[in-house]
């Protein structure tokens, strides 16, 4: 893993935070930290694989609570804890969301993009392989992950 770029970090966290206040009215802000500081946390994940006009994955990581939290407010779920099915659901489409923007942002305003179908679960935290950039989002007391993996995708963004 490489140190992450401001320019990456501010793109992952304009498209993190316009998803989540659009679909949860929630407020994401920069953090500093490392994935070594959810060792200890059941993850849910979902990697959402860029095909075009580059490629690579944008990966959304998270604890389980925060990603029930969030469920709950998409979900208008909040006298029920949701179940992990609807949890995986949500967060794939967040996970969706987050990578249309980001790949729209850093992408020619006259290129389209395509996106594959994002693979969510429950578990360990996903091994990173290859070039990738892990940005840390703090939302509502807690930590959240947004991986950027490949070399293709991360070309893309500028080179300071």
């Not at 966290?13 to 946390?41: G, H, I, P, Y």
């Not at 075009?52 to 609570?65: A, C, I, Y």
């Not at 996970?95 to 179908?117: E, H, Q, W, Y």
Request: glycine residues 4%; negative net charge; charged residues 20%.
């Amino acid at each position: 893993m490489r140190d992450c770029p401001l320019h990456l970090a501010e793109a992952v966290l304009e498209a993190t935070s316009e998803t989540l206040e659009n679909m949860a009215f929630m407020e994401a802000v920069m953090a500093e930290c490392r994935l070594d500081d959810f060792a200890d946390q059941v993850f849910c994940w979902s990697a959402v694989p860029v095909l075009e006009p580059v490629k690579g994955t944008v990966t959304l990581m998270m604890s389980k609570s925060l990603a029930a939290m969030l469920t709950s407010a998409i979900m208008g779920l909040f006298d029920e804890e949701p179940e992990d099915t609807i949890i995986c659901d949500s967060l794939a489409e967040v996970a969706n969301t987050i990578a249309g923007r980001f790949v729209a942002m850093i992408s020619p305003d006259d290129v389209t993009f395509k996106l594959g179908v994002p693979v969510t679960a429950c578990g360990a935290i996903p091994v990173g392989e290859g070039i990738y950039s892990n940005v840390c989002i703090d939302i509502e007391d807690d930590h959240m992950c947004v991986r950027i993996s490949g070399e293709d995708i991360l070309s893309l963004l500028p080179k300071d």
